[in-house]
Every structure is written in structure tokens, then in C-alpha cells.
């Protein structure tokens, strides 16, 4: 906006609206009849908004008189440039510098268009009555979740993640494939066992026994694992444990 540029909200109570790191601009003057006021109605939100001219003192929800800045509420974040003192807001949160992140909008769209277990369970999944996390559709032993952690068809009982191995002296090394659009409320934890019973996290085990520590690099939508056990030649399994948070 222009400097001493005013927002211009008035007539028909505007409701929830955002203005996203705007520069120049005030929020006085808005007119439109004293019938139809308020000037903006709930959620009015300035994120990282930087003053230039206008009142210096706004109060928003005055009794008398009305005033050409009646809002219900407003929401101020990171608000920047000329001082301001304020009445009748919600919130004003952290005045005087710039508030994280730098875009309201940009980061509520990412959030919004972020795949998640129920939004891959969603696209990917043929029969919704078998879309559960824990569910397997398929029949090929690999959960949903699972599924969803490698990228590979919940659908279809032929589509197995390749997986490799090799093992030298005391250390393990496999490679697997994962979901290059990884839903954001998965997580996958390596662990070990001596018996398939009891298994361990990285860096731990039986009392008294070996520990198995794990290193992970991701490459080209694989992921490259180093189980180093403290043990030589000390036989063990290893498993991927797949997880929603
Ligand atoms: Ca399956
Ligand atoms: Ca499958």
C-alpha cells in the first residue's frame, strides 16, 4: 500500500480477512455509513503489517462517538513502522518487529496441501472401508501405514518395497525405499532384536549384551541404514517400525 494509505474496510462488516506483510498503509479513516458499522467484523488479521501515517491512537470498539475505525476485535502480529497505541483489540502480539513466519498465507497453504496419512490413505486407497493405518487390503503383510512410508501400492500385492542388504564383519547395511511425498504425520525407528522377542532402539540392548547403534542417509528417494553392532559376528534382526504420530 501507499503510505498514509488507508485500508478502506467499511459497509457490510467484512469478516475474517488477512492483510499479509503489507508495507505503507494505516487503519483510520475507513467511512461508509454509521448504520452499517462495524467497519470489519471478527478475525480482521495484520500479520507483519508496517504502519505509515494515520491515527496514533486507535481505539477499536469505542461507545461514543463512533469513529472511522470501529473493528470488532482485531488481530495484530509483528506490527511494524509508525508506533501505535491501541484499545479493543484481541491481541497484539510482539509490536515493533517481525514475527515468524514471514507470511501468514504461505504457511497456511503449505499446511493445508500437506500430505498426510489420511490424505495419501485418501488418493491412494481403492476401498475406504479397509483404509486404516493398520489395515492390509492387500494381504502382502505391509500395513497401509507402511505402504505409505515406502511408496508403494496398498492396493497391490505384488508392488513389495525393494529392499537390500549387506553384512560385513559386525556391520549391516540396507537400503530401502521411501515415499518421496512422505506424509508429514509418519515416522519410521530402526530396531534390533536377538530373538525376534524383545527389540531394541539404537544404541541399546539386553542387559549384559551386545548394543546395535543405526545410521541413516537419504538419497534419491531411498534411505541407506548402518546397523553397527558392539559384537562381531553377532547374528541379529532388524526391523522398521512404522508409526503415526
Ligand atoms: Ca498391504
Ligand atoms: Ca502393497
Same mark, same amino acid.
Given at each position: 500500500?501507499?503510505?498514509?494509505?488507508?485500508?478502506?474496510?467499511?459497509?457490510?462488516?467484512?469478516?475474517?480477512?488477512?492483510?499479509?506483510?503489507?508495507?505503507?498503509?494505516? +487503519?483510520?479513516?475507513?467511512?461508509?455509513?454509521?448504520?452499517?458499522?462495524?467497519?470489519?467484523?471478527?478475525?480482521?488479521?495484520?500479520?507483519?503489517?508496517?504502519?505509515?501515517?494515520?491515527?496514533?491512537?486507535?481505539?477499536?470498539?469505542?461507545?461514543?462517538?463512533?469513529?472511522?475505525?470501529? +473493528?470488532?476485535?482485531?488481530?495484530?502480529?509483528?506490527?511494524?513502522?509508525?508506533?501505535?497505541?491501541?484499545?479493543?483489540?484481541?491481541?497484539?502480539?510482539?509490536?515493533?518487529?517481525?514475527?515468524?513466519?514471514?507470511?501468514?498465507?504461505?504457511?497456511?497453504?503449505?499446511?493445508?496441501?500437506?500430505?498426510?496419512?489420511?490424505?495419501?490413505?485418501?488418493?491412494?486407497?481403492?476401498?475406504?472401508?479397509?483404509?486404516?493405518?493398520?489395515?492390509?487390503?492387500?494381504?502382502?503383510?505391509?500395513?497401509?501405514?507402511?505402504?505409505?512410508?515406502?511408496?508403494?501400492?496398498?492396493?497391490?500385492?505384488?508392488?513389495?518395497?525393494?529392499?537390500?542388504?549387506?553384512?560385513?564383519?559386525?556391520?549391516?547395511?540396507?537400503?530401502?525405499?521411501?515415499?518421496?511425498?512422505?506424509?508429514?504425520?509418519?515416522?519410521?525407528?530402526?530396531?534390533?532384536?536377538?530373538?525376534?522377542?524383545?527389540?531394541?532402539?539404537?544404541?541399546?540392548?539386553?542387559?549384559?549384551?551386545?548394543?546395535?547403534?543405526?545410521?541413516?542417509?537419504?538419497?534419491?528417494?531411498?534411505?541407506?541404514?548402518?546397523?553397527?553392532?558392539?559384537?562381531?559376528?553377532?547374528?541379529?534382526?532388524?526391523?522398521?517400525?512404522?508409526?503415526?504420530?
Amino acid at each position: 500500500m501507499a503510505g498514509n494509505q488507508r485500508i478502506d474496510s467499511h459497509s457490510g462488516s467484512p469478516y475474517a480477512n488477512l492483510m499479509d506483510g503489507v508495507t505503507g498503509g494505516h +487503519f483510520g479513516g475507513n467511512g461508509g455509513p454509521w448504520s452499517s458499522y462495524p467497519h470489519h467484523g471478527k478475525h480482521f488479521v495484520a500479520w507483519n503489517f508496517n504502519v505509515s501515517g494515520g491515527p496514533s491512537n486507535y481505539n477499536f470498539w469505542p461507545n461514543e462517538p463512533r469513529n472511522g475505525h470501529t +473493528f470488532t476485535s482485531p488481530i495484530f502480529a509483528g506490527l511494524q513502522g509508525k508506533a501505535i497505541s491501541m484499545s479493543g483489540e484481541e491481541i497484539n502480539e510482539l509490536p515493533g518487529q517481525a514475527v515468524e513466519p514471514a507470511s501468514l498465507f504461505e504457511a497456511q497453504l503449505a499446511l493445508r496441501l500437506a500430505e498426510t496419512y489420511a490424505t495419501w490413505a485418501t488418493s491412494n486407497i481403492s476401498d475406504p472401508a479397509m483404509a486404516n493405518f493398520d489395515q492390509d487390503p492387500d494381504g502382502d503383510g505391509l500395513t497401509n501405514g507402511t505402504e505409505a512410508y515406502f511408496g508403494t501400492n496398498p492396493n497391490n500385492h505384488d508392488n513389495l518395497p525393494q529392499i537390500s542388504g549387506t553384512f560385513d564383519n559386525n556391520n549391516l547395511t540396507i537400503a530401502h525405499p521411501i515415499n518421496p511425498n512422505l506424509p508429514n504425520d509418519i515416522q519410521a525407528t530402526y530396531e534390533w532384536s536377538l530373538d525376534i522377542e524383545n527389540w531394541y532402539p539404537s544404541g541399546a540392548g539386553p542387559v549384559g549384551g551386545p548394543t546395535v547403534t543405526f545410521n541413516s542417509t537419504e538419497n534419491n528417494n531411498s534411505i541407506s541404514v548402518s546397523a553397527a553392532s558392539t559384537s562381531s559376528n553377532q547374528k541379529f534382526f532388524f526391523r522398521i517400525r512404522v508409526t503415526q504420530q
